[in-house]
């Protein structure tokens, strides 16, 4: 089998199962591990897969910037916004995360709601202005422009000094062997600093963004109380989830 055609069986493995192993790929197509792994090196560089231990998994669809996941905002998107403000209540302090959709929820929350909203995430804080009663507490730092959010020691400092009741996080990819991940490592540590400050986590993940992975981890999924999704997807895909002891709305 030539190089060519072994990488699109990989993908189309990727696609059907949502991850791949060596050892398997290796007896499946009867080459060596060392040639599999190759393979998979040189497909991880070209931004088609997410190398694991021992395999891959898919690629985040979320991994790319910020402008160009703005222009893919989808009704899926919109529908796990509107959930994620239906959690926020009056009185609530709440740790808002990245990410395009944390910034959809600020138009589905009722304009009586009463809550303060601590964010990192400078759009939005902006989404948030026009809201009469939702006080808005803006993170300063350096500004990562690729994911429009501020990074660095400064607002981990801020949220250590927070007792958080809810966060949103917004992720790039959840899976159960990887868990949460990330594109960068600064943002990662946000993420966590975020987590351990809140009493519930939701991670707001459409359906794309379930069984992928991207570089750097923030934790395993039992950090979380609360997976956001759209309902296209089968109980078989959300059964390894249900696992961790959290709940899927």
Request: proline share 4%.
């Amino acid at each position: 089998m030539l190089a060519a055609e072994r990488r699109q069986y990989i993908l189309e493995c990727l696609q059907r199962d949502g991850r791949v192993l060596a050892n398997e790929l290796s007896t499946e197509l009867s080459v060596s591990e060392d040639t599999i792994r190759r393979d998979l090196r040189e497909m991880a560089s070209e931004g088609l897969l997410q190398r694991v231990h021992g395999g891959a998994l898919r690629k985040s669809p979320a991994l790319v910037n910020y402008k160009t996941r703005l222009a893919q905002i989808t009704d899926q998107k919109l529908t796990v916004a509107k959930k994620a403000a239906s959690l926020i209540q009056d009185g609530m302090v709440v740790l808002m995360g990245g990410g395009t959709t944390n910034v959809q929820v600020a138009s589905f929350l009722p304009p009586t709601l009463q809550a303060t909203i601590v964010t990192h995430n400078p759009n939005a804080a902006i989404a948030l202005a026009d809201h009469p009663t939702v006080e808005v507490i803006l993170l300063g730092g350096r500004l990562y422009k690729y994911a429009q959010v501020t990074v660095g020691a400064e607002p981990i400092d801020k949220i250590r000094q927070i007792r958080a009741d809810l966060c949103l996080l917004g992720v790039c990819s959840l899976c159960p062997v990887s868990g949460i991940s990330l594109q960068d490592f600064e943002e990662s540590r946000i993420q966590l600093a975020m987590i351990e400050r809140s009493a519930e986590v939701a991670a707001l993940a459409s359906s794309e963004k379930l069984g992928t992975a991207a570089p750097f981890i923030v934790g395993s999924l039992d950090l979380l109380n609360y997976i956001i999704t759209d309902s296209t997807l089968s109980e078989e895909t959300l059964a390894p989830y249900r696992k961790f002891n959290l709940e899927i709305l």
